[in-house]
Each structure stands twice: as structure tokens, then as C-alpha cells.
């Protein structure tokens, strides 16, 4: 069973343009948590997203951010615009329900480095 | 809402020496807590998790924590590290309710490194 997987593993984008994160939960996983670590800090909860419905999206910034999991497909993590502030470890977790008892399974993240 | 201190940024420790990672949490309701391990470049992977119960939680790697209520403190320990500890390691909390959902709060992160 393989793991959360996450790609790209590394992306560089210039100031302005887009960059578009993809999320595969485990199998079996219809819940979706996105986060995002910013150098030398801990990890800051962004959005969930159970399969086509966004729950929570509480930690995304208004602008410019936003995230989706369709019903097919993986979960994308889409940033429009992008500023040199966006330069973080963005990470995706799966779990199997969504009761705060369940682990949530990490992928490996994206680095996105903005020029 | 609910935050987490992490006391130490950097904890430097000897091969087989025992360690404690401090962890304090605050939070006005019930919570359920979580320790995380992040070796470079990879995701985080759970060491161990309170859930209810005994307060003493056992991990993988030779890992334990233990819940302390009237301190609110989650820390962590293991009596003998190995260098391949050497990782950044993650508290974090979640409300413990029914009904709720788990979205992770975390602290900022201890590095352990072990030195031969």
C-alpha cells in the first residue's frame, strides 16, 4: 500500500507566476489535511477537505490560495500569483475518518522556492 | 484555542545517553496529543499518540511520553538514543471532542542531534 504521495517534490516559480501542488491520499483515505512550514518553524494547518467538499479552510490566506479534491484525482493545492512569502514546505496528510483519535499519514511535502 | 510550546529549539545529546524532549500545551478544552518525528527532507511520521487512558504512552523506536494534566506537558524520552534519532521532532494537539476532526496544532520543533 503505498504511501501519501506528493508531487512535485521541489518546485521554483518567479514572482507572479502559479504554482499548482498535487496531493494522492493513501489508499482508502477520503480525508485531506494541507499544511505548510515555513523555514526554521512548525507546521501550520491550512485546509481539509473530505472527498469534493472543502470542511475547513480556516489557516488558508483569503487571497490567492485555495485547494480542491475532486472526486477524482488527486488534491491540488493551487497558488496564484506567487510572492517570495510563499516560500515554505507545503505538506498533505490522509486519514480514514475524520475523528480527531485518527492518524493522519504524512506525505514526503513540496518545496517551493519563489525567485 | 489550543497552542503548543516547544521548550528547546535544539537539543544536543551523546550516543546512548537518555534524552527528554519538553513539550507544554494549552488549550481550554480536552485535548489529544501527538508526538511526530521528521528525519530530512521526508514527511512526518507518528511516534506516539494520548489518547485517554494511562497517562504513560509507549512509541516505535524505544520512545514514551508521558500526558501531565496539572502541568499540561506532553514530553518525551527515551533512555538510550542512537545517531539515528537524530531528527527534528514535533508536539502537537488536537481537541479531543467527539464529533470533531483532526486538525493538527503544532509546535515548533525540537532538533535532536546525537553525536557519537
Known amino acids: 500500500n503505498a504511501g501519501v504521495m506528493q508531487n512535485p517534490r521541489h518546485l521554483v516559480r518567479r514572482r507572479g507566476q502559479e504554482a499548482r501542488l498535487r496531493c494522492s491520499p493513501m489508499?482508502?483515505?477520503?480525508?485531506v489535511y494541507w499544511y505548510r512550514q515555513l523555514p526554521e518553524e512548525g507546521l501550520k494547518f491550512m485546509v481539509y477537505l473530505q472527498k469534493e467538499n472543502i470542511i475547513d479552510e480556516s489557516g488558508m490566506p483569503k487571497e490567492r490560495f485555495s485547494a480542491e479534491f475532486p472526486k477524482e484525482g488527486p488534491s491540488i493545492l493551487r497558488i496564484q500569483q506567487v510572492v517570495r512569502g510563499d516560500s515554505a514546505a507545503y505538506f498533505c496528510a490522509s486519514s480514514t475518518d475524520r475523528g480527531p483519535g485518527n492518524e493522519q499519514f504524512f506525505g514526503p511535502g513540496t518545496r517551493l522556492t519563489v525567485l | 484555542a489550543q497552542s503548543v510550546t516547544q521548550l528547546d529549539s535544539q537539543v544536543p545529546v551523546f550516543e546512548e545517553a537518555p534524552v527528554e524532549l519538553r513539550c507544554n500545551y494549552s488549550?481550554?478544552?480536552?485535548?489529544?496529543l501527538f508526538w511526530y518525528v521528521q528525519y530530512p527532507n521526508q514527511g512526518l511520521q507518528l511516534l506516539l499518540k494520548?489518547?485517554?487512558?494511562?497517562?504513560l504512552v509507549k512509541g516505535i523506536n524505544g520512545f514514551e511520553a508521558e500526558f501531565n494534566k496539572s502541568q499540561t506537558s506532553f514530553h518525551l524520552r527515551k533512555p538510550s538514543v542512537h545517531i539515528s534519532d537524530t531528527a527534528e521532532y514535533f508536539c502537537?494537539?488536537?481537541?479531543?471532542?467527539?464529533?470533531?476532526?483532526?486538525?493538527?496544532?503544532f509546535g515548533a520543533g525540537t532538533r535532536l542531534a546525537v553525536h557519537p
Open positions: 488549550s481550554s478544552v480536552s485535548v489529544y
Open positions: 494520548y489518547l485517554s487512558g494511562s497517562t
Open positions: 489508499k482508502g483515505h477520503s480525508h
Open positions: 502537537a494537539v488536537t481537541r479531543g471532542v467527539s464529533g470533531g476532526y483532526n486538525k493538527l496544532i
